[in-house]
């Protein structure tokens, strides 16, 4: 008898022990839970006031960037505009500056009026049906091989412009160029030399300087 009273003491203390232990495991978990949960808040407030921070950052240089960007802008236009002026202003009272366009317009035309003579002097004398199917012909494969090249050398053009140089850099040297030889083409005429083919040139120099630009950077 005794000793069965003994046994459910026993037991008894052990469950009392094990409840209180349970219990204890059950706080430590809910303050762990609290924590946890205060922990997070904390973090979230932390992100979003990084966040505002941030966004407020990038919100403040995007207003100094744009109002820089414009800034330079307006004074590029404004600088680019008042260079032309002076470049037609300048062109005007030179004494060559017509003159040497007017050659370079008439040099042109002359590459015209070659392949024009070309194309004449193909023209059949008779009426025999073969030799003006050929005429046709010849100016057909003509006229469309001066529209591939002229499309072609254009498309390349274009692309080295927008793809591998610098937009105001690009504007800057076309009007230096032009500022410079209209500014000497007096002199320029002097030694021969024509002021719009020096502009072309200079142009064709800097178009192969973007090529080979670009072709460094592939590789």
Request: hydrophobic content about 45%; aromatic content about 18%.
């Amino acid at each position: 008898m005794y000793a069965e009273q003994e046994a459910e003491t026993r037991v008894r203390n052990f469950k009392a022990q094990y409840e209180a232990k349970y219990q204890e495991v059950n706080e430590q978990k809910e303050r762990l839970a609290n924590r946890k949960k205060e922990l997070d808040e904390k973090e979230a407030d932390i992100e979003k006031s990084v966040s505002d921070e941030v966004r407020y950052i990038r919100n403040e240089l995007e207003k100094k960037y744009q109002f820089k960007h414009n800034s330079l802008y307006a004074f590029f236009v404004g600088t680019t505009l008042y260079s032309f002026l002076i470049t037609i202003f300048q062109g005007f009272k030179s004494k060559y500056f017509i003159s040497d366009l007017k050659y370079a317009l008439v040099t042109f035309k002359s590459w015209i009026m070659f392949i024009y003579d070309f194309l004449l002097k193909q023209k059949p004398l008779d009426s025999n049906v073969g030799h003006w199917v050929v005429f046709i012909g010849i100016v057909i494969v003509t006229i469309g091989f001066l529209i591939a090249v002229i499309g072609s050398l254009g498309w390349f053009v274009h692309k080295i412009y927008t793809e591998y140089t610098n937009n105001w850099l690009s504007v800057a040297i076309a009007l230096i160029s032009l500022s410079g030889a209209v500014f000497f083409a007096d002199e320029l005429h002097k030694v021969d030399c024509n002021w719009f083919f020096i502009v072309l040139g200079i142009q064709i120099f800097y178009l192969f300087g973007g090529l080979m630009n670009a072709s460094n950077q592939n590789q």
